[in-house]
């Protein structure tokens, strides 16, 4: 028995699997698939391969990092079909330009389980690399630079994420294009430690339950993080850098998770809650945003603990008859423009901070009352009810705010200004 077993570990063993060294020539690579077996690898050449390929089997595609592989503008470049394949140090160009068909630099088809695709660089394809179905897929430190030649609506995405449970996105860079990460009905996913830029969204969720956003940079997007349709998601350490409308969006988005976060210098808001429930915001820091954070449409069952408020024009915008208490055990958040007092020392502020009063509520609904904001009428509307909280017409209130901010380890992240 023990040689029948040594024999089966050695027909199992990759000491069986070839090396091909593919020629630099049109064809090449599919006329070398045809003869290769599972768990070869194939190395090209340096130089520009003309064709489209498909991966139908477990083989390892190996650019070396000075391979390049032109779709010549016809559908996806790479499509890989089958289990436990692995693309890695390519230079991807060439793919078509339809939506319909979601022309990609490298596609991950529903027949694929487990593709790593790593080290690539995907430049000018209509979809980076399109995980369509595929279970368990790894995407990891590939450099993906998408289309600048139409409106940004109009490209397509850095990675787009449809039904495929168990997909992880690391540490890759995606620039220009559309969104960095597109995700539509898919759940369990992992997007960490990857920088977008220049994008109209950094990562963008449709539908997409029990998932992690985690570590990742968002810089000069038009929005960095929005999580629309789902639930159970976890936001955690996350920075967002002068994007243009909001770091961070929910919408319809509930018993979640927003933590660690850094948000600073979005010429819009910070963090913009629509019609989303039951969600923690906490450890976030907040910081030089024309709002700070902005509830609307009955987003209700929100802790809001921990959080630094740091120089935003407008530190909350929410409005409603009756008031919200944004603290919890006897913790709140810092206010910077709160002139608060501390006598016992304990690190929280005697007095309860309320952001806004009645004249907040006029300016919001008549944006023309701006001009009256140095009339002595307001003054003294604003003075009496600083003096008689009674007259403040409700909205939000944090009994218990902190003394000083506590920045986020995510801060580490941010070594310059803006």
């Given at each position: 028995m023990r040689w029948l077993l040594s024999l089966l570990i050695v027909f199992a063993s990759p000491v069986w699997a070839t090396e091909w060294d593919v020629p630099l020539r049109a064809g090449a690579i599919a006329d070398i698939l045809d003869r290769a077996a599972a768990g070869d690898t194939l190395l090209l050449r340096p130089g520009t391969y003309k064709e489209t390929v498909v991966l139908d089997q477990p083989v390892i595609l190996d650019g070396r990092g000075h391979a390049t592989i032109d779709g010549q503008g016809s559908g996806s470049v790479i499509t890989v079909t089958g289990d436990d394949v692995v693309v890695t140090g390519i230079t991807v160009i060439g793919s078509g330009s339809s939506h319909e068909t979601i022309d990609a630099g490298i596609k991950l088809t529903k027949t694929a389980k487990s593709p790593k695709i790593q080290g690539n660089t995907l430049k000018g394809n209509l979809v980076g690399i399109d995980i369509h179905g595929a279970k368990e897929a790894l995407v990891a430190g590939n450099t993906i630079e998408g289309r600048q030649d139409r409106h940004m609506n109009a490209r397509g995405n850095g990675v787009y994420v449809w039904n495929a449970p168990g997909a992880i996105v690391e540490r890759n860079?995606?620039?220009?294009?559309?969104?960095?990460?597109?995700?539509?009905?898919?759940?369990?996913?992992?997007?960490?430690?990857?920088?977008?830029?220049?994008?109209?969204?950094?990562v963008h969720y449709m539908y997409a339950d029990k998932s992690e956003v985690t570590g990742n940079v968002s810089i000069g997007n038009h929005l960095g993080y929005a999580v629309m349709f789902s639930t159970?998601?976890?936001?955690?350490?996350?920075?967002?850098?002068?994007?243009?409308?909001?770091?961070?969006?929910?919408?319809?988005?509930?018993?979640?998770?927003?933590?660690?976060?850094?948000?600073k210098n979005a010429k819009g808001k910070c963090t913009f809650l629509y019609n989303s429930n039951k969600n923690e915001f906490s450890g976030n820091w907040f910081e030089g945003c024309g709002i700070g954070i902005h509830f609307t449409a009955g987003s209700d069952g929100n802790n809001i603990v921990g959080n630094s408020f740091v120089g935003n024009r407008t530190q909350v915008k929410y409005v409603s008859t009756k008031w919200v208490e944004w603290s919890v055990a006897g913790k709140g958040n810092?206010?910077?423009?709160?002139?608060?007092?501390?006598?016992?020392?304990?690190?929280?502020?005697?007095?309860?901070?309320?952001?806004?009063?009645?004249?907040?509520?006029?300016?919001?609904?008549?944006?023309?009352?701006?001009?009256?904001?140095?009339?002595?009428?307001?003054?003294?509307?604003?003075?009496?009810?600083?003096?008689?909280?009674?007259?403040?017409?409700?909205?939000?209130?944090?009994?218990?705010?902190?003394?000083?901010?506590?920045r986020p380890a995510a801060s580490e992240k941010v070594p310059y200004d803006g």
């Open positions: 860079s995606v620039r220009w294009g559309r969104d960095g990460i597109f995700v539509n009905s898919s759940k369990k996913n992992i997007f960490r430690d990857n920088l977008f830029r220049d994008l109209r969204f950094a159970r998601v976890k936001v955690l350490d996350n920075v967002s850098i002068s994007d243009r409308d909001h770091g961070v969006m929910m919408n319809y988005t509930n018993k979640s998770i927003i933590s660690g976060n850094v948000v810092y206010w910077s423009d709160f002139a608060a007092y501390d006598v016992d020392g304990d690190g929280i502020a005697d007095t309860t901070y309320r952001p806004n009063d009645s004249m907040d509520h006029v300016l919001w609904t008549q944006p023309a009352a701006k001009l009256l904001l140095g009339s002595p009428a307001v003054q003294l509307v604003r003075w009496s009810q600083s003096t008689f909280p009674a007259l403040l017409p409700g909205g939000v209130m944090d009994s218990h705010p902190l003394m000083q901010p506590v």
